[in-house]
């Protein structure tokens, strides 16, 4: 079984691969994850980039709603276990490596993600004694 930290350092993984699936950040995330699952092996390594233009393909052809949403979720299980079953298999020296690789290719895909941006209307409500909570950035223009 795998300590918590290399649970997430895979579930990062797994998620960056989607999130890069629809970016600019695909070429490098393509390349490292097939490097790193590869091993050294030329044939495993086309494979994997095999497997990973089937996924990019499948989130594409997703479209949007729900149905895009769970399929993103799915696929995101599915590179985390075989990132996690790699991370098993490895001593630890090389684990470590392979954690040091795969952390440097989430920072490089969430770089460059493109950023979110909630915008909430609130022009015509009234507020009487409330709270409101959140986080993140917020822009506040109160207009009276």
Known sequence: MLVEGL??????GGAAIVQAAATDAWAGM?????????RGD?????AEL???DQTRAE????????????????????????????????PDGE???VVAEL???????????????TH????????TDSQVLGSGTQNNTINR
């Open 120 to 127: 909430n209307d609130f022009g015509n409500a009234t507020f």
């Open 95 to 97: 684990r470590e490596q």
């Open 50 to 52: 095999e497997r990973l």
């Open 59 to 90: 989130l594409e052809s997703a479209g949007g709603g729900d149905g895009a949403e769970r399929l993103q979720t799915l696929v995101a299980t599915r590179w985390q276990t075989r990132l996690e079953v790699l991370l098993e298999q490895l």
């Open 30 to 38: 393509r390349s490292g994850v097939a490097r790193i699952l590869g």
């Open 7 to 12: 649970i997430a350092v895979a579930g990062a």
């Open 42 to 46: 030329a044939d495993r390594e086309r």
């Open 103 to 117: 952390q440097a290719l989430v920072a490089q895909a969430r770089s460059q993600a493109p950023a979110r941006s």
